[in-house]
């Protein structure tokens, strides 16, 4: 007898199944191309304000709710050697965007070296 045999109605999948109104889908904002530094960036809005200029990166990201939304609710971006900035908003949790973050600099090693 199996695992999930035994835990079928139990647990998260109950839940994942019941809850499928709560669940939010989330999408990478595509890159736009910049004719004239002939490369694709996104827009980060001048973040320099607060003290820090994004730098391109191939770990830099945003997050939208909606395919083609533009409110961004996780934003990720290279400021310096070893140094990132996060911002987020509602729906995500402090917890939820740190862990987004981390798996993708994780998942991105291999492209610095």
Not at 61 to 89: A, C, D, N, P, W
């Amino acid at each position: 007898m199996s695992n999930c045999a035994q835990h079928a109605g139990f647990g998260l999948t109950k839940d994942w199944g019941e809850n499928m109104g709560n669940v939010h889908q989330l999408f990478s904002r595509k890159p736009s191309y910049n004719r004239e530094t002939k490369r694709y960036e996104l827009d980060f809005r001048d973040r320099s304000k607060q003290g820090s200029k994004i730098k391109a990166s191939v770990k830099n990201f945003q997050l939208i709710m909606e395919e083609t939304g533009k409110q961004v609710v996780l934003l990720f971006g290279k400021v310096g050697k070893s140094k990132y900035i996060m911002e987020y908003r509602f729906p995500l949790t402090a917890y939820q965007a740190f862990s987004i973050c981390l798996a993708s600099i994780d998942s991105k090693l291999c492209c610095s070296v």
